[in-house]
């Protein structure tokens, strides 16, 4: 079976999803940045910058950790942790905003801005901000600003401003509703840093881009570790669904390679929860048709996790497409497995994992019994859990 | 057949006088004075209506209009009731009504039900602020066909190409946004530039009337925008006026309603 896979189509369509459904303003906006994307990315002095910051700023390439305690606990072949964790700044996201920053400056645009749930993205859009000397602005929800406080604090020691979103359920939903109006209110100046791969055409397919590079080293580290060619198993975690897409995408045309994806059950699919793809169905939000958990009067719905990153009420369009075509496997785990997620890898790995990473950790326990006892597997360790700290011990 | 909208605003512009459109969202301040609205800026004298259906997420809207959605959405309006509100405004009323709204809950409805259900209601067409032409086939195709029009928008960074095509495909009049910004945004101190932007559009937009929203307070904004088009709109101010209103506990709903008369009639 050859997939041959190439969506996005030159409308940002992945199947039925995708598109950009923007006010008119935005239009332009996103064709400058497609443009730029598309003249920039294959150019080699881009590439250049791009590479060395990845390698002497990012910290890359990221390890690919052995877990053999790990693996010893749950009775599995291999299991091999991808750590993104170790990036600076502490997660994924990074990857992407050194990505996207190159680019707005290419484009001479003077003004940052972004979204954030967690505080991951928006900490790492301040970060490389910083580093270019650009403005920078980070709308984020008003109750996660409470929770991740930490990294609040950070993005202002960093020099950003961190706006808050009073309006709606005060989350990165509303967070990215105020990014978006603050956009179309400043189009000319500003370069939006969408911090997954949701969001209007072109950002999907350029996210995406700028995280390949994390599917690209773990192919070469588990030859390398293994002399396989592929893993057998991919496990990511879903909010927005940036860091799955960057580890599963090189391996799409390889139907060998089995992918899971996993959403924040929160307290329970029957409760409430941030499973989008499991619980949800076909809209638009944010610019994007996608999956997303709505009534049934096409109102956006809250959604629940105790992990700010994956609380968000819509996922990326590319895994909408990937879960109807069959090509991925879509899980939901709970707020309470995410909980014993981080203590299962903390005690057997020494490794303490964001509360979004522990949902891929706690998944474990599904999918081992249903794969072959010698399989590779690689979980992307999206990032690593002290922002969580606070959380974790109001919890346990 | 030319549409309800479009025989009106003909008939306006051979009698050289500029159309005013009256925005109000559904359910705001409660679904129960919809129709108490809808009467009130009628008898103002308003040449046509838009009448916003609520979403959670209005991208692009300022501070009041996002207001009026939250709280017409925690009073419990719903899609169907919207379309009520527009049966009952129907059997006294021939001005013409847009729904504005966003595609989500049309997408929800089912856009071939939804058309046929708004034509049947006596509404006049649609405008949607995040369905650009790319994405409009579905919602174009059934609006068609039960003869609504479907406007679509301009904004001053459209390049010019891109206007006419927008001219080519808009049915009622094209919507020309007057800043690149979010309903209710302030508009007194671009008057010039907006003025630039407004000559530069009528003169790529030939087959479609013009007119122009977003930012318009008073007769004075609407007097001055209007010279290259023909007619404004008027929302975020309507709604901060109905806002107003309804905090004054001294005033009695036959009140609340005779001064929005007034405020519209005010406007042009
Ligand atoms: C560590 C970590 N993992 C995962 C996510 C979820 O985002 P995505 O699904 O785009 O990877 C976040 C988001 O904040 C995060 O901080």
Redesign the interface.
């Known amino acids: 079976m050859n997939l041959n896979y190439n969506a996005p189509d030159e409308n940002g369509r992945f199947g039925p999803y995708g598109g950009a459904f923007v006010p008119e303003v935005l239009i332009p906006e996103l064709r400058a940045v497609q443009a730029a994307f598309e003249q920039f990315w294959p150019d080699a002095e881009f590439q250049n910058q791009y590479l060395h910051l990845l390698k002497t700023y990012v910290g890359r390439p990221t390890a690919l950790t052995f877990a053999e305690r790990l693996s010893e606990e749950l009775g599995a072949g291999r299991i091999f942790l991808k750590r993104e964790d170790l990036c600076h700044t502490g997660a994924h996201k990074i990857n992407n905003t050194i990505g996207q920053i190159l680019l707005a400056r290419r484009m001479g645009k003077t003004r940052i801005i972004a979204e954030t749930g967690a505080g991951q993205h928006g900490v790492a859009t301040a970060t490389v901000a910083a580093r270019f000397g650009l403005q920078c602005v980070v709308y984020m929800g008003a109750e996660d600003m409470k929770r991740q406080a930490l990294n609040v604090a950070r993005m202002q020691l960093l020099g950003a401003e961190v706006r808050p979103a009073t309006s709606g359920s005060q989350t990165l939903k509303d967070a990215t509703n105020e990014a978006i109006r603050d956009w179309v209110s400043n189009p000319s100046d500003t370069f939006y840093i969408i911090g997954s791969v949701v969001g209007p055409h072109p950002y999907p397919m350029m996210v995406r881009t700028f995280h390949q590079v994390i599917g690209e080293e773990v192919q070469l580290q588990v030859k390398d570790k293994t002399g396989k060619n592929f893993p057998d198993v991919l496990i990511a975690c879903v909010g927005g669904g940036s860091n799955a897409i960057g580890m599963f995408y090189p391996f799409i045309n390889h139907p060998e390679v089995k992918m899971f994806g996993v959403e924040a059950a929160g307290e329970g699919l029957d409760e409430q929860h941030a499973a989008t793809l499991s619980k949800g169905s076909m809209g638009v939000l944010h610019g994007a048709m996608s999956y997303l958990l709505q009534d049934h009067e096409g109102q956006i719905s809250l959604a629940h996790s105790i992990s700010a990153g994956l609380d968000y009420p819509g996922v990326g369009p590319e895994h909408s497409w990937l879960m109807d075509l069959g090509r991925v496997t879509y899980l939901a785990e709970t707020d309470e497995a995410a909980l014993r997620g981080v203590i299962l890898l903390s005690k057997t790995e020494g490794i303490i994992p964001a509360l979004e990473t522990a949902h891929a950790i706690a998944a474990l326990e599904k999918i081992v019994p249903k794969v072959a006892s010698d399989s590779v597997i690689v979980v992307n360790c999206s990032g690593r859990g002290d922002k969580d700290m606070q959380t974790i011990m109001d919890h346990l | 057949m030319s549409s309800r909208l479009t025989t009106t605003l003909h008939a306006l512009q051979t009698q050289g006088k500029k159309a005013m459109g009256i925005f109000l969202t559904s359910g705001f301040p409660h679904p129960s004075v919809t129709n108490l609205l809808l009467d009130a800026v009628d008898r103002g004298g308003t040449d046509f209506i838009e009448l916003g259906m609520p979403?959670?997420?209005p991208?692009?809207e300022?501070v009041p209009i996002?207001h009026s959605s939250?709280c017409a959405?925690q009073a419990g309006v719903?899609?169907q009731d919207t379309l009520n509100a527009v049966i009952a405004f129907r059997k006294h009323s021939d001005t013409p009504l847009l729904l504005m709204g966003?595609?989500?809950?049309?997408?929800?409805?089912g856009v071939e039900e939804f058309c046929r259900q708004a034509a049947d209601a006596g509404v006049d067409g649609f405008i949607i602020?995040?369905?650009?032409p790319?994405?409009s086939a579905p919602l174009r195709a059934h609006a068609q066909e039960k003869g609504l029009d479907l406007v679509?928008?301009?904004?001053?960074?459209?390049?010019a190409e891109?206007m006419k095509e927008?001219d080519r495909i808009s049915n009622g009049f094209v919507y020309c946004?007057s800043i690149?910004?979010?309903t209710g945004?302030g508009i007194t101190e671009r008057m010039e530039a907006i003025n630039t932007y407004l000559k530069h559009a009528r003169q790529l937009i030939t087959s479609n009337p013009l007119l122009v929203g977003f930012g318009i307070q008073t007769r004075k904004d609407a007097q001055r925008l209007s010279k290259h088009t023909d007619g404004f709109i008027v929302g975020s101010a309507v709604i901060k006026q109905i806002e107003q209103l309804w905090a004054r506990p001294d005033l009695s709903l036959t009140e609340r309603g005779r001064l929005l008369t007034q405020f519209v009639h005010s406007l042009k």
Do not use: C, K, W
């Open positions: 979403h959670s997420d991208l692009a300022g996002q939250t959405l719903t899609m966003y595609i989500n809950p049309i997408l929800r409805f602020p995040d369905l650009p790319l994405e679509f928008l301009v904004a001053p960074n459209t390049p891109r927008i946004v690149t910004g979010l945004t």
